[in-house]
């Protein structure tokens, strides 16, 4: 991702998001939760890793928007990206696949 779509998404997570809101969510990464994305990956997943470690955060990105899976999965990346570029999470980046981790 380059820096200009970088910055991009972290103005609209910044926007999106109060401070503290998400201190559930890096709790659980600090608390040892990882989670690990990619394009193969079915959209089920995603709220199955992410409701183990932050199900609240899992319930306000099944609010937003349109409820499909595809949709609720796009968000969780949204905000698993969100928080890495706010240096909330660390991020691995390995043959197409992302890991999400605590900072």
Known sequence: ???IMQRAVLNVFNRTFTSGELDEVVGAFQ???????SDAMPA???LRHLGQGAPRCRRRCA???RRTLASVAA?????????????????DVQAGQSR???A
């Open 1 to 3: 991702m380059g820096k």
């Open 31 to 37: 608390d040892g939760l990882k989670i690990e994305v």
């Open 44 to 46: 089920e997943l995603y």
């Open 63 to 65: 609010s937003s928007g």
């Open 75 to 91: 968000a969780v990346e949204f905000v698993l990206e969100g928080l890495h570029l706010s240096k909330k999470l660390n991020k």
């Open 100 to 102: 999400y981790r605590g």
